[in-house]
């Protein structure tokens, strides 16, 4: 499977032995996770309603996010978003508090950070089981922007009638890292409309996609390009949540894995490297909180110490202009919604 496709969707053809393989590992894994289950302790700020059956709820983790977060929820409310569900992991930029003053906003916290939390994914688990099963759910991190064919005209309820008329229990949608190219950097804000007015660009052909027993997986990008990394890049923000799911080993491969090979896909415009991506880097390095220590995060805060900054474009670096291009490009597939909303 190539990605970007080449033929504007993706190759998600399979055996049927391919088939019963990821049915006996969703079994497998499953059994296992079931049977080490450790819950964690969370807990609402303020007092939290119970959703409505119209609600599009939200569940995020933040860590220190500020910068971002007006950004982040002016655009998920543009999508169709209803209420925001976040544990904050101690943030102490004023992230608590600004999620504190927007209504539509619960917040969450813990006694143990991120990485105990399995990297999130317990927390979310939990998220997910307090507000309700068998619905529907955006799933992303604060620094994660989805984007889908017409995404600015048919908002988030026209995109899940179209998936369940599939039968489709998730989107999936690749991170594509954004960044910004050294030479056009002028005076940087603390507050900004869109954050691709900073970070504008991406990777235009570092990827390598694979058809894997649990799903998709889709590698690469700058990090990839710069740093040998190999993170998966692959996530499914828009999520039917039962009770047969889990995030397993990976929040990148949610349980059961043969819902891992949706038709539709989006694009998850990723702002590590935004105005304040220095620091970043060095909190994430120095906290260990992320995946193996956070070791792609030191290689990074290496390059800092030599150069002062890291420039990720190079002679295939797209600037983003909006969702038709992606799909011009081969990042996401067209949509046809079904008339009316």
Known sequence: MNYPFPSGAPDLARSFLDRL?????????????????????????????SLTSADVPLIFVTHNDVVLLNAFIQHYRQLGVTRFICVDDVSTDGTREALLNEPDV?????????????????WREGLFSKYGLDRWYVNVDSDEFLVYDDCFNQPLPALIRMLEAQNLKRMAAPMLDMYPKLSEVGAKSTSIDKPWQFSRYFDGDSYVSTLKKRGVSVKGGPRGRKFGEGNELIKYPLIFWDRTCLFGSSPHQPLPYGRNFPSVWGVILHFKFFTNYKTKITEAAEGKQHYNSSEHYQKMMDVLHRDGEIDFSYDQSIRYEGPQQLIDHGFMTKIDFPQGR
């Open 21 to 49: 393989r990821t049915d006996y590992d969703t079994f497998r894994v499953t059994r296992r996770e079931r049977r080490n289950r450790a819950d964690v302790t969370i807990q609402p700020v303020r007092e939290v309603k």
């Open 106 to 122: 619960d917040v969450w916290t813990s006694p143990v950070r991120y990485g105990q939390a399995r990297r999130g994914r317990n």
